[in-house]
């Protein structure tokens, strides 16, 4: 079956510009996570939410990202005003539910900013 | 506050040899464990997970992983390694203090399988 998608898989945006990246879920699946994701690190987590509630949004590192499920199945992550620190891999992951469920990661998007 | 360490930044193993990625963890309670491998430009894939039960965890491709609670640690272990095991290997905690159970990832261990 799909899996999870991510477009672009690629974006190069100029300092100062907003980005948009969209994480499609799997079909059904109720929690949508987001993750960033340094070069050579581990992802760290953004943002969660349930359904179209974002209940958990402690991992953004600063009011120019935001966030938005609307429908409770895509979900689209947007950066405002990029910074070079910024660059990065963005990981979606989805799952059926919380508890024990594992998660089910996209291919992420990689940022580069200029 | 949760966490796991994963020791190693790299280990190099001979193919057909048995390889061990090494993750220790410090958690408030029971842990939830995983294993996840990451091919270059491509996503996480879930490889096993230890919620209850067996300290053995049997998973994808071979891969299993012991619990051991005494010594905090979730080793991944595989007995016999393919040059296609190569990859990064990243082990992670469940977060149950926050609410959807975010996972925490070690810094990866990048394993490197040689012919």
Known sequence: ?114 | AQSVAQPEDQVNVAEGNPLTVKCTYSVSGNPYLFWYVQYPNRGLQFLLKYITGDNLVKGSYGFEAEFNKSQTSFHLKKPSALVSDSALYFCAVRDFYNQGGKLIFGQGTELSVKP
């Open chain 1, 1 to 114: 079956g799909a899996g999870v998608s991510q477009s672009p898989r690629y974006k190069v945006a100029k300092r100062g510009q907003d980005v948009a990246l969209r994480c499609d879920p799997i079909s059904g699946h109720v929690s949508l996570f987001w993750y960033q994701q340094a070069l050579g690190q581990g992802p760290e987590f953004l943002t969660y939410f349930q359904n179209e509630a974002q209940l958990d949004k402690s991992g953004l590192p600063s009011d120019r990202f935001f966030a938005e499920r609307p429908e409770g199945s895509v979900s689209t992550l947007k950066i405002q005003r990029t910074q070079q620190e910024d660059s990065a891999v963005y990981l979606c992951a989805s799952s059926p539910s919380g508890g024990a469920a594992e998660q089910f990661f996209g291919p992420g998007t990689r940022l580069t900013v200029l």
